[in-house]
């Protein structure tokens, strides 16, 4: 019973979380990020401002939850001591994944891609998430070579070369308004950091 009664709770958080997300969305591009306030999201899910801080800490982290959300899911993946693909492998399936995913939604995906390299706050709040993942991968690629991600240079540019380079890829794809192949381009900015790493160990 208490194993239900959990699951069923877990799920009206789950709804919550979506329901949060949407209408934020849906008010930061009717209005514009900077002037709509977390009172007005709560008012359109009718949540209290301190509920909806228990799921997202911020305004910059509810506007990026989606990305986040993905974030955590790599980082599962990567930080599993039992893993057996390497990091790069792992890289590589979420781009490709999520990719493809922006294709297939290629009208909402442009439109929010627009709307948030417009918006200053977010292009910030992007920067740290991809922080967060160049430190994610560094740490990762160490385990896989066996080295130091805070002194070994290569693998830091690796890392940066794999983070930013998705992303500059992305904001290529918006320039083109679509009509680029995002999944090759994806996979070829993975190919041209796994040959820069391949530089100093080959065996990757």
């Keep these: 019973m208490a194993q239900h009664a959990l699951s069923l709770r877990e799920r009206k958080k789950q709804r919550t979380r979506a329901e949060i997300i949407e209408a934020s969305k849906a008010l930061f591009r009717r209005q514009g ?4 306030t977390l009172e007005q999201v709560c008012a359109e899910v009718e949540i209290s401002v301190p509920t ?7 305004k910059e982290r509810l506007a990026l939850a989606e990305d986040w959300y993905g974030f955590e899911r790599v980082r599962a993946r990567i930080e599993d001591r039992e893993r057996s693909e390497s990091t790069i492998a792992i890289w590589r399936s979420w781009v490709s994944e999520t990719a493809t995913w922006m294709e297939k939604n290629r009208r909402d995906q442009l439109k929010w891609l627009g709307f948030e390299t417009g918006t200053p706050a977010l292009v910030r709040a992007r920067l740290a998430l991809l922080q ?3 430190d994610l991968l560094a740490g990762g690629i160490a385990v896989d070579v066996d080295s130091d991600p805070e002194t070994d240079l290569s693998i830091r540019l690796t890392a940066t070369t794999l983070a930013f380079g998705y992303r500059t890829v992305a904001r290529q794809w918006l320039a083109s308004r679509g009509t680029s192949d995002l ?3 994806a996979n070829r900015a993975v190919d041209l950091a796994v040959e820069q790493l391949r530089v100093t160990y080959p065996q990757i």
């Design 132 to 134: 967060a993942y160049e």
């Design 183 to 185: 999944v090759a381009n």
């Design 52 to 58: 909806l801080l228990s799921y997202f800490a911020s």
């Design 33 to 36: 990020y900077e002037a709509t």
